[in-house]
């Protein structure tokens, strides 16, 4: 609706997961290489823990992206189920077994044989399940635990990343025998100013921009509005790029954004 009118190619704040708009502040790259050394090094179990609306799940896409298809086997489970037998379905499912096992013991059996195929295919196999703060039952992390068995005496057959809220981390460190075999950890919070107005110029050059569409002023209001959370930011800037073409504004001040925070209230 507003694109000619602002000089863009596609809507640059969209609350959709695509990868290309990923800002990488400090603690987004750090926590990518963390994720890429697991995942690349066979490390068995990684964390990634965030707030709400921090950037977990679009990471999370970006490095699935990155991953060469030839080479690795990634399922990714998206809102667990809440029964352990139901998750190891559902990863066998996301990893390509689209038959439907009957009962653990063949759920299992299935398994080893997926990992050790994919291991003589040259491939690696990871399992990413976000939302992971869902599970609840302790005996459905007992699962997971126990598919980190399937090893090599030098290599992990799986490395599975377990991606959440931070309260996931409570949960784990409630299960000592789970939290010992995560040895890489991550964790994403709200962003500085400088790297908010990173974030907002990072997807308005994605989308084709080639000028200054908010203002100094107006990013830093942005900022101390959203206190750096990212879906926040993506939010009000789109809403401020819709009234800013309403109104045939030439660029995004500080006055329409003061405009837009009352409006929240």
Request: glycine content about 8%; overall charge negative; proline content about 5%.
């Amino acid at each position: 609706m507003y694109l000619e009118y602002w000089g863009l190619n596609e809507k640059p704040f969209e609350n959709t997961p695509d990868p290309r708009f990923l800002y990488y502040s400090q603690e987004h790259r750090e926590a990518m290489l963390t994720l890429q050394y697991a995942v690349v090094e066979n490390k068995g179990a990684a964390m990634l823990t965030g707030d709400y609306g921090c950037g977990k799940t679009l990471l999370v896409r970006a490095l699935i992206e990155e991953l060469d298809p030839e080479r690795f086997e990634v399922g990714l489970v998206v809102n667990p189920p809440p029964s352990g037998e139901e998750l190891l379905e559902e990863i066998l499912y996301q990893l390509g077994f689209e038959e439907r096992p009957n009962g653990r013991m063949e759920i299992m059996r299935n398994m080893e044989e997926l990992l050790y195929r994919n291991f003589q295919e040259n491939k690696i196999t990871t399992v990413v399940i976000d939302e992971a703060q869902l599970i609840t039952d302790e005996r459905t992390f007992e699962d997971i635990r126990l598919l980190l068995n399937y090893q090599l005496d030098d290599r992990f057959l799986l490395t599975i990343v377990l991606v959440g809220q931070p309260e996931l981390r409570l949960t784990i460190r409630r299960m000592p025998q789970f939290e010992q075999r995560i040895g890489l950890r991550s964790h994403l919070g709200p962003l500085g100013p400088e790297d908010t107005k990173g974030l907002i110029l990072h997807r308005l050059a994605v989308a084709g921009c080639d000028r200054e569409i908010f203002s100094e002023e107006a990013i830093s209001l942005i900022y101390q509005h959203t206190g750096g959370i990212p879906r926040k930011i993506v939010n009000i800037c789109d809403f401020a790029l819709l009234m800013g073409f309403i109104r045939k504004m030439g660029q995004i001040g500080a006055d329409l954004i003061e405009e837009l925070i009352e409006k929240e209230r």
